[in-house]
């Protein structure tokens, strides 16, 4: 058994450690201007079974120095999955994004549901768990610090802090729900065909329902054949055939 933890041991280590020395050679390549070979360096990373939001976010780097831009919004968006927040992430996707030809408006939110929306789409379901997390250490502290208060005031003060902190891990618990439920609803997707006609039914013969260009990002709804039934940020919907979109989920 030891002999066995041993070598996993060894696996994941030197698993870790290549990836870290291929991590570093792409991004040296980068810096030198070789974009290709660094692309195909954090590809092979990505082979081999390591990810990352930084990993993701260099590529995209390396795809919008080569000028192409499905590759790069693609990877940028891999990135927001896994770090939302990222500043430097969403100005580089917003200066890629500039490249493509389709420009979607979005269909504004309102009411309720935009208020929701804003307020628990601002962070990823695991930082609402982890602020979870930090609420059940703040009830443990002001728990300890009402059951040793000396004083009734104190012990109020104590009392309401642990109200307080009880009522945030409510919220942060019911945001992560919401957040995960709501991003396991959607399957975004990039379209990389560099032009493709979306048609009104699952068939080849169908009329076409509008055009996109590559970069533009899909929304599926589902798969029936060699079709995938997508909707765009304005609510058009129509029929594109699979091979043209690449799912980031």
Same mark, same amino acid.
């Given at each position: 058994?030891?002999?066995? $933890?041993?070598?996993?041991?060894?696996?994941?280590?030197?698993?870790?450690?290549?990836?870290?020395?291929?991590?570093?050679?792409?991004?040296?390549?980068?810096?030198?201007?070789?974009?290709?070979?660094?692309?195909?360096?954090?590809? @092979?990373? $990505?082979?081999?079974?390591?990810?990352?939001?930084?990993?993701?976010?260099?590529?995209?780097?390396?795809?919008?120095?080569? @000028?192409?831009?499905?590759?790069?919004?693609?990877?940028?968006?891999?990135?927001?999955?896994? #770090?939302?927040?990222?500043?430097?992430?969403?100005?580089?996707?917003?200066?890629?994004?500039?490249?493509?030809?389709?420009?979607?408006?979005?269909?504004?939110?309102? =009411?309720?549901?935009?208020?929701?929306?804003?307020?628990?789409?601002?962070?990823?379901?695991?930082?609402?768990?982890?602020?979870?997390?930090?609420?059940?250490?703040?009830?443990?502290?002001?728990?300890?610090?009402?059951?040793?208060? =000396?004083?009734?005031?104190?012990?109020?003060?104590?009392?309401?802090?642990?109200?307080?902190?009880?009522?945030?891990?409510?919220?942060?618990?019911?945001?992560?729900?919401?957040? #995960?439920?709501? =991003?396991?609803?959607?399957?975004?997707?990039?379209?990389?065909?560099?032009?493709?006609?979306? #048609?009104?039914?699952?068939?080849?013969?169908?009329?076409?329902?509008?055009?996109?260009?590559?970069?533009?990002?899909?929304?599926?709804?589902?798969?029936?054949?060699?079709?995938?039934?997508?909707?765009?940020? @304005?609510?058009?919907?129509?029929?594109?055939?699979?091979?043209?979109?690449?799912?980031?989920?």
């Amino acid at each position: 058994m030891k002999k066995l $933890l041993y070598i996993v041991t060894v696996v994941l280590l030197s698993q870790v450690t290549w990836g870290q020395q291929a991590f570093k050679e792409a991004n040296k390549l980068y810096q030198e201007g070789k974009y290709a070979q660094a692309a195909k360096g954090y590809e @092979d990373i $990505l082979k081999g079974g390591e990810e990352s939001a930084e990993l993701y976010f260099n590529l995209g780097n390396a795809y919008y120095k080569m @000028d192409e831009v499905a590759p790069a919004i693609y990877n940028y968006e891999k990135s927001l999955l896994l #770090k939302p927040n990222d500043k430097d992430t969403k100005i580089n996707l917003g200066y890629a994004q500039k490249m493509t030809i389709d420009h979607i408006e979005a269909v504004p939110q309102v =009411g309720f549901s935009k208020i929701l929306y804003n307020f628990t789409g601002a962070y990823h379901y695991n930082t609402w768990a982890w602020a979870a997390i930090a609420g059940a250490v703040l009830v443990l502290l002001f728990f300890v610090g009402y059951y040793f208060a =000396g004083t009734t005031l104190l012990k109020r003060v104590f009392f309401g802090g642990m109200v307080v902190a009880l009522l945030g891990i409510v919220v942060c618990v019911l945001s992560a729900m919401f957040v #995960k439920s709501e =991003g396991e609803k959607l399957r975004p997707a990039i379209v990389f065909s560099e032009v493709v006609s979306v #048609k009104s039914e699952p068939n080849d013969n169908a009329p076409d329902a509008f055009i996109l260009h590559e970069g533009t990002k899909v929304f599926v709804q589902e798969t029936l054949g060699n079709y995938k039934k997508i909707e765009l940020e @304005d609510d058009s919907e129509g029929w594109i055939e699979r091979d043209a979109i690449k799912e980031l989920k």
